[in-house]
C-alpha cells in the first residue's frame, strides 16, 4: 500500500514539474509589439478558462488566408506582428507560431511544435508510410496542470481539431481528433520512408557513438606504440621489418616459401612465375633478395637508393593485391601488414 508521504512527495514534483514549465514557456520577447499583447487579451476576453482562451485564439487565426506564397518579413518587424496586421496570410509555421505566442501573452504556458503528420490516405508498403515534404506540419501545444500537454490546431484547412472535452467516471479528460490531411508547404517530392511503429531513441545514438570513440582510441594509442617502436629500430633493423613486409605480400599473392627451400631458391621460384605472369618490373624481387642477404650475412649497411628500391617494390607488391583482390579487401591486407614488427 503506497502512504500519504509517497503521494505527497509526487505531488511536490508535479508542482515542480509545472513551475519549471512555466519558467520556460511563459517566456516573451522584450520587444514584442503591445498591439501583439492586445490582440490576444482582445480574442480572449470573454473566455474565463484557459482552454477556451486558446480555442478563441486558434478559431480567430484560422480566419486568416493559409497561402504558401509569403512575403519575406523584414529584418526590422516582428514576425507575428507582421502576420497577424499586415499580410494576414501564411503557412502552418505563421499560424503555430502566432497561436504560441498569443497564447503566452494571456498567461497560457505554450510550445511551437513540429513533425509530420499520418494521413490515411498515405500509401503503405511493408509496414512502413511513404512521407514526403507535403507530410511537415508545425501545430502549437499547451500546457494544463494535471493534464499535461494539449496539442491545438490553428492552421486553416484542418477543420475543428483542437479536440474536445468530455467527461467519464468523474473525471475530465482530453479526447484528440487525428490530422488527416497535410498544409506545410512543400519541401522535397522524394519520398522519405518513416517507420510507424518505433523510432530511434537518442540512447542509441549516444552508446554507438561512445563505442565509436573507444575504438577510435584504442586504434590511435596502438598506432602510436607501433610508430614509436618502429622509429627505435636501427637501419638494418629496418631493412629485415622492409623485406618480412616482401614476404607477407608475396604469400598473400600465392608466393609462399616451402619446407625445406632456401631464399635462393624461393627467389628463383618466384622470378621465373612473375615472368610466366608477365608481371611488370619482376627483376626488382632478385636486387631486393640480394639486398637482404649482403645485410643479413655480409654485414654491411644498406645505401639509401637500395632502402628506396625495396619501399618501391613493396608498393608494386600494393599495387598487384589492389588488382587481384579489390581496393576493400587490399585496405584490410594493408591494415594487416601494419601490424607486422
Not at 25 to 44: F, G, W
Not at 197 to 223: E, N, P, W
Amino acid at each position: 500500500l503506497r502512504t500519504l508521504d509517497s503521494f505527497s512527495h509526487e505531488n511536490t514534483l508535479l508542482r515542480m514539474r509545472a513551475d519549471d514549465i512555466k519558467d520556460v514557456d511563459l517566456q516573451l520577447p522584450d520587444d514584442l509589439p503591445n498591439r501583439v499583447r492586445e490582440l490576444a487579451n482582445q480574442v480572449t476576453f470573454k473566455e474565463t478558462n484557459s482552454y477556451d482562451k486558446m480555442a478563441a485564439i486558434c478559431s480567430y487565426l484560422r480566419q486568416y488566408t493559409y497561402s504558401k506564397d509569403v512575403e519575406e518579413v523584414s529584418k526590422r518587424q516582428d514576425f507575428v506582428e507582421d502576420f497577424l496586421y499586415r499580410t494576414k496570410r501564411g503557412y502552418c509555421t505563421y499560424f503555430a507560431t502566432s497561436a504560441a505566442v498569443m497564447g503566452r501573452c494571456v498567461g497560457i504556458p505554450t510550445r511551437y511544435v513540429e513533425g509530420v503528420i499520418v494521413s490515411k490516405d498515405c500509401k503503405k508498403k511493408k509496414g512502413y508510410s511513404l512521407l514526403d515534404g507535403n507530410s511537415l506540419h508545425a501545430w502549437c501545444e499547451a500546457y494544463f496542470e494535471g493534464f499535461g500537454w494539449i496539442r491545438f490546431e490553428a492552421t486553416p484547412g484542418y477543420g475543428d481539431k483542437v479536440g474536445t472535452w468530455k467527461k467519464t467516471n468523474g473525471r475530465n479528460y482530453y479526447e484528440k481528433n487525428p490530422i488527416e490531411t497535410s498544409l506545410m508547404p512543400e519541401v522535397s517530392s522524394e519520398p522519405v520512408e518513416i517507420k510507424a511503429k518505433a523510432l530511434r531513441s537518442d540512447v542509441t545514438y549516444r552508446v554507438l557513438l561512445g563505442f565509436m570513440c573507444f575504438v577510435l582510441a584504442i586504434l590511435v594509442i596502438f598506432g602510436m606504440c607501433v610508430w614509436n617502436q618502429r622509429k627505435k629500430r636501427t637501419r638494418n633493423e629496418q631493412c629485415v621489418w622492409r623485406f618480412k613486409r616482401i614476404l607477407f605480400y608475396l604469400k598473400k599473392l600465392g608466393f609462399r616459401i616451402e619446407y625445406g627451400e632456401t631464399l635462393i631458391e624461393f627467389r628463383d621460384r618466384v622470378q621465373d612465375k612473375m615472368r610466366d605472369m608477365e608481371l611488370w618490373k619482376h627483376e626488382q624481387f632478385e636486387e631486393v633478395v640480394d639486398f637482404y642477404l649482403k645485410m643479413r650475412f655480409g654485414k654491411v649497411e644498406l645505401e639509401d637508393s637500395e632502402r628506396k628500391k625495396m619501399e618501391m617494390f613493396i608498393g608494386m607488391l600494393k599495387v598487384l593485391c589492389r588488382e587481384k583482390f579489390g581496393k576493400g579487401r587490399c585496405w584490410m591486407i594493408v591494415l594487416e601488414e601494419k601490424m607486422i614488427r
